[in-house]
């Protein structure tokens, strides 16, 4: 509700539509359970609030006129210098590597207690939720959510006209093809029937698959609070291993939240370790391949999508059968406490939450596990024939 009064509050700023994503929103739209509990919200600020019978509240007030001179005046300077650099399009790899370096600085405000974040680093004791330990636990996905929607989708295949999807489908292909407007051939498109996937599959054959800036440089930053002792660790470490620890941190499936990853692999840079991040949206075997062919110390998981427990299996799988078991995994995001020993028993090394907010904390912890690894590397009988 608090969200939602952030963007009702003001009748000439208030949004004109709005969505809550759900769990499970990686794997298709909002059930009609999280369309409700949307819709009821909006209804409760309508009908049991008289927000909507004043004009804006914020009219007038001295506060928020300084606020919004103070952001105006911040966001023309960002503006300007977009335009200096050529504009939005030329200048998006600058506008991530912005936001990547924002969200960093208020994780270290967080951190060292200067940003209050009630239930992370202050008033943290909570009772259990029934949302979590009730029968409608929604923080991992159930299994037979994909096969339900497999079955959905293939149901609507079968009950369009194949021949109507195949000209909509050849029409946006040629529009694309000839740099004409899309969108009328879209459109038409979705009236055939077509699905979201193939109107994006025949795109990438026209267009190419494209992948947006990731935000992180190579250059460590200027920080040095709370890193001495870190980077004196993997300097100690690196030189066991005879080189610089190398730390893959992967996003597999349609999980597209990326701060938390982007924030794991900022703070690795900053300390000493060579970074593997290539974004979001990575299948498992790509994932695999790359760390085998970087020759990665350590994989780094990020699933937010509750799909844990499926992607963990089939990662474990492949790195056994490409010859990568002896690789540590760790694995963060939105994971239940029941789903933990299932994954410990996998081979995961360690498990964190949101609630695990210090990220130098995680950072000893890579670094020992990848000493611990080779440690026992060390320690395994070399074999006659080898």
């Known amino acids: ?214 935000g992180i440089t190579s250059t460590p930053s200027n920080r040095t609070e709370g890193l001495v002792e870190l980077r004196s660790e993997v300097d100690r470490v690196s030189g066991e291993l005879g080189t610089r620890i190398k730390v893959l941190i992967g996003k597999p499936g349609l999980d597209g939240h990326s701060n938390g990853a982007e924030q794991i692999a900022v703070r690795a840079r900053d300390i000493g370790m060579k970074i593997v991040y290539t974004g979001i949206r990575y299948t498992v075997d790509e994932i695999v391949d790359t760390a085998l062919e970087k020759e990665v110390h350590l994989i780094g998981l990020s699933i937010l999508s509750g799909s844990h427990l499926s992607l963990v299996i089939e990662l474990v799988e492949k790195l056994k059968e490409k010859g990568g078991k002896n690789i540590p995994v760790i694995l963060g995001g939105i994971i239940p406490e029941e789903d933990r020993e299932d994954l410990l028993k996998l081979g995961i090394s360690a498990i964190y939450t949101p609630k695990d907010y210090e990220i130098n904390s995680i950072m000893q912890d890579i670094i020992d596990i990848v000493f611990e690894k080779e440690n026992k590397r060390r320690l395994l009988p070399v074999s006659p024939n080898t």
């Open 1 to 214: 509700m608090l969200e939602l009064l952030a963007v009702t509050l003001s009748k000439n700023a208030r949004a004109r539509a709005v969505q809550l994503p759900a769990w499970n929103e990686a794997l298709g739209l909002p059930r009609p359970w999280d369309q409700q509990w949307s819709l009821r919200m909006q209804q409760i600020l309508a009908y049991e609030t008289d927000l909507l019978e004043f004009d804006d509240l914020f009219d007038g007030n001295p506060e928020i006129e300084k606020k919004v001179e103070e952001i105006k005046t911040k966001a023309l300077a960002e503006l300007k210098q977009i335009l200096t650099m050529g504009g939005a399009i030329k200048s998006i790899e600058h506008m991530k590597r912005r936001l990547v370096e924002s969200n960093a600085e208020r994780i270290g405000k967080i951190e060292s207690g200067e940003t209050t974040l009630v239930g992370v680093n202050k008033f943290v004791e909570s009772e259990p939720s029934p949302l979590v330990d009730g029968e409608e636990v929604f923080l991992t996905t159930k299994e037979t959510a994909e096969e339900f929607q497999i079955a959905s989708l293939n149901e609507w295949k079968n009950s369009r006209n194949s021949r109507a999807v195949s000209k909509a489908l050849k029409d946006l292909a040629n529009a694309a093809r000839l740099g004409e407007n899309i969108m009328p051939v879209s459109i038409k498109a979705a009236q055939a029937g077509v699905t979201t996937g193939e109107w994006a599959q025949t795109l990438r054959e026209i267009y190419g698959n494209y992948r947006g800036p990731l």
